[in-house]
């Protein structure tokens, strides 16, 4: 796959929070515009890190972030917020804006295309209202439109949440451990909605997860990190013993 | 060092010398403090005495310059509502720029800086200041009670705004969403309910303060109130006192009312349960 038809492209990409110990170490990552990308590893690898850095939620120290032809690295202003409401976000704690309401939270997906004033007054275009009710049926929550949000459980919530990032449109979706405060049962349903969703739209999506057996069932792809770099990029298939041995150190663990 | 389980030096309750040392001190500054200030049982008891013909010559209350009763409430009224309107618009902005966790340093420190000067000074205080400032009058009275408000509001609502969940605002901000949006939908439904808490408290406590700013001269009905005083009516004191409590509780009510209207979940969360 060249740069050219992959949906983003990373390079080099460097994050140091503290100068001289990099949590990052120089990824280079290419995402094609299609299919889930699943990254895996151990806490604190910086999963979370690698994917707050692509829409600059975190900002990264060194590298390219190069989001379809855009270098996102070097965006500010406008023309950085202009980039993230192309970038849908989906949040291991859901981060739903609790004391609105749940079409309220649907509708922030617009917030990057809706003047200040105009969704201030709760004033969106009538299309966003007609889409954002369509969403909220698709994801089984039609009935919830007016609910306040901390009103829901937490497999309803991270289906608000996957809503409001499909609102934004996006050309990319990015979920940072979406399943993780979630049971068994509803993790596979959320990564079933997100995975059929985003199929359905084409759009790619880049997915931290900590359960390597719902990234083996989903991914199409998956990325193992250690220490701050890539130590396996391939199948879920190629995921063999030996290969978690070195995302994930030690042994026991894998009987 | 640790102790090890079971042997003697292991304490489950380790004294806290510096705050017995604390209350020790306090209790020492408390018995020095009375000392110095020649507090004995005799004079109490003169005192007492002295209360109780005071208390005798404000019954039965005089109402009968109710006219001169009610121009004095109405203005303090009108001083009340008019600093809490002006305070909690302006406390509103300079309450988000003093706010560490949205603001950088070089725009809180300011911020900060005229909260602390608002709050730094007694409402009397600064309405002597506006006094000799603008004049005599409702004027004075009503810039005092809005620095104050401005000095209340504004440090609460900056320290609401600190302790709010960033996780919400990130996920605003992650939309692309503009910066105003982001305020009004990340961060406004996090805090809009405990803002309209503090902004009732500084409605009742405005109302208190203005019944007391017309003493100096700042308009209001406590000009009322001392001219009374000086004239040894206590009769009408007794009746202005009456009427201040009246009012204090009428706006206690509508405080009530404002916070019901404006903080309620009218999206009740078992709404549809």
């Known amino acids: ?255 | 060092m640790a102790a090890r389980a079971g042997s003697p030096e292991a304490v489950a309750f380790p004294p806290n010398w510096a705050a017995r040392a604390a209350w020790v001190v306090l209790a020492v500054y408390v018995v020095y403090a009375a000392s110095t200030m020649d507090f004995t049982w005799s004079r109490f008891v003169t005192g007492l005495d002295n209360g109780a013909r005071f208390i005798g010559k404000m019954f039965p209350p005089d109402f009968r310059r109710w006219e001169l009763l009610q121009k004095g409430l109405l203005e303090s009224l009108e001083i009340a509502v008019l600093a809490s309107f002006l305070g909690i618009v302006l406390s509103l902005p300079i309450g988000f720029l003093a706010a560490r966790n949205l603001m950088p340093s070089w725009v809180t420190w300011p911020a900060r800086a005229v909260i602390a000067l608002c709050r730094s000074f007694h409402p009397v205080i600064v309405a002597i200041l506006f006094v000799k400032a603008v004049g005599f009058g409702a004027l004075a009275g009503l810039l005092a009670l809005t620095v104050a408000s401005i000095g209340f509001i504004g440090k609460l609502f900056a320290e609401a705004i600190e302790e709010i969940s960033l996780k919400q605002v990130e996920a605003v901000r992650a939309t692309g969403a503009p910066f105003m949006s982001l305020i009004n939908f990340g961060v406004m439904p996090q805090v809009f309910s405990r803002f309209v808490g503090f902004a009732t408290y500084q409605l009742d406590s405005n109302l208190r303060n203005s019944t007391m700013v017309g003493i100096v001269g700042a308009g209001g009905v406590g000009g009322t109130l001392f001219a009374a005083f000086q004239r040894f009516d206590y009769d009408f004191v007794c009746a202005i006192l009456i009427a201040i409590i009246a009012l204090i509780m009428v706006g206690e009510v509508l405080a009530v009312q404002v916070r019901k209207i404006f903080a309620s979940d009218t999206r009740a969360k078992a709404e549809d349960d």
């Open chain 1, 1 to 255: 796959m060249t740069s050219a038809t992959a949906a983003l492209v990373l390079r080099g990409l460097v994050k140091e929070y503290v100068p001289g110990r990099p949590v990052l170490r120089g990824i280079d990552l290419e995402v094609a515009p299609r299919g889930m990308t699943a990254v895996i590893g151990p806490s604190g690898t910086g999963k979370s890190t690698l994917i707050r850095c692509i829409n600059r939620l975190v900002e990264p120290t060194a590298g390219e972030i190069v989001f379809l032809g855009t270098d996102l690295a070097r965006l500010s202003g406008a023309a950085l917020r202009e980039a993230r409401r192309r970038i849908g976000m989906v949040f291991q704690e859901f981060n739903l804006v609790e004391r609105l309401s749940v079409m309220e939270n649907v509708l922030c997906g617009r917030l990057g295309y809706v003047p200040a004033w105009k969704a201030w007054l709760r004033k969106f275009p009538a299309q966003d209202i007609a889409a954002a009710f369509e969403m909220l049926e698709s994801v089984g929550l039609g009935r919830f439109a007016n609910q306040r949000a901390d009103s829901l459980s937490g497999g309803q919530r991270q289906r608000v949440g996957i809503a409001r990032a499909l609102m934004q449109g996006p050309q990319l979706l990015l979920a940072d451990e979406p399943t993780s405060s979630l049971d068994p049962r509803t993790s596979v349903e959320i990564m079933e909605l997100m995975k059929g969703m985003c199929t359905a739209r084409g759009i790619p999506v880049v997915v931290n997860m900590h359960d390597v057996q719902l990234a083996r069932r989903f991914a199409d792809r998956i990325v193992g990190m250690s220490g701050g770099a890539v130590v396996y990029d391939g199948g879920g298939d190629g995921l063999t013993d030996d290969v978690l041995r070195r995302i994930y150190g030690g042994e026991s663990w894998l009987a």
